[in-house]
């Protein structure tokens, strides 16, 4: 048995494509998605109608990321002050390039788990872990900071989240980080997703690395509109796909709750931020 695992797209199509030729060379018996497809890139709804044809072909499956979620939250509730309303610009264009099909990001499930045939060593797949999807597990997490937030009776748990490819044996089961697809923050600017082979009574982890057309995603974020209309944290975001490193966690801790209280503009904070980072 072959099950391939990927992981935060981040609307950056020429990526979604590059792995979908990728996944199909393998020809895993089945494919899972496991969260934040969209939003943070520049095209959700390519990325959206992409992986919804695999879906529908191939039963391709999807688990929920904390961006899906998000962008739906967006696209229902209006932003409750002027800070909110600029720090959450790319995630409502990121609703607006979603919208016309967004029933086909409604209901997904936030894990899956499978096994085998004719055995119990479970696979369970989520995007963070058993306390959230915001819950990530990154390379420099402790195996003490895991206690509780891991499945029980489990061969293999599959994760995403952190956009760090990582992977360690506790708790006794195997626990794999597929990294990102489109947006890596571990300074290796290719993609990367997961292949897990059942052989020989045990799953063979394997992560795997690959490269895409950045020239072209380039392209996209400038001509799309999401530097132009996704606000000032755009620009952050692209200088984290740019650079493979995450960015806006330390903009957030800086200065976020200052734009929220309204104490200074979200493009004063960005400004001070990336002379700070430069």
Request: charged share 25%.
């Amino acid at each position: 048995m072959k099950v391939a695992v990927f992981s935060d797209v981040q609307a950056v199509l020429p990526a979604l494509e590059a792995v979908v030729e990728h996944i199909e060379a393998w020809h895993p018996d089945l494919v899972v998605m496991a969260g934040d497809l969209v939003n943070r890139g520049p095209d959700s709804g390519g990325c959206l109608s992409l992986f919804d044809r695999m879906r529908r072909a191939q039963g391709w499956l999807p688990v929920n990321g904390n961006h899906e979620l998000w962008v739906l939250r967006c696209g229902e509730e209006a932003p409750v002050c002027e800070g909110e309303r600029e720090i959450r610009r790319f995630a409502d264009l990121a609703w607006r390039q979603v919208a016309s099909q967004a029933d086909r990001l409604r209901g997904w499930p936030d894990h899956l788990c499978l096994h085998p045939p004719g055995a119990d060593a479970w696979l369970h797949v989520t995007h963070g872990t058993m306390a959230g999807n915001r819950d990530g597990i990154s390379p420099r997490r402790s195996d003490a900071s895991l206690a509780g937030k891991l499945p029980e009776g489990v061969a293999l748990f599959v994760s995403g989240h952190t956009h760090r490819a990582h992977q360690r044996h506790t708790q006794g089961m195997d626990v794999v980080n597929v990294g990102s697809v489109g947006s890596p923050f571990d300074g290796d600017v290719r993609g990367s997703y997961g292949r897990f082979t059942w052989r020989g009574g045990r799953w063979h982890p394997e992560l795997v690395r690959f490269a895409y057309d950045r020239e072209r995603a380039a392209r996209d974020f400038e001509c799309s509109g999401f530097l132009d209309e996704g606000g000032p944290l755009a620009r952050l975001i692209y200088l984290e796909w740019e650079r493979a490193e995450l960015l806006i966690a330390g903009w957030r801790a800086r200065y976020q709750d200052a734009v929220l209280r309204g104490e200074v503009t979200l493009e004063a904070t960005v400004e001070r931020y990336l002379r700070e980072i430069a």
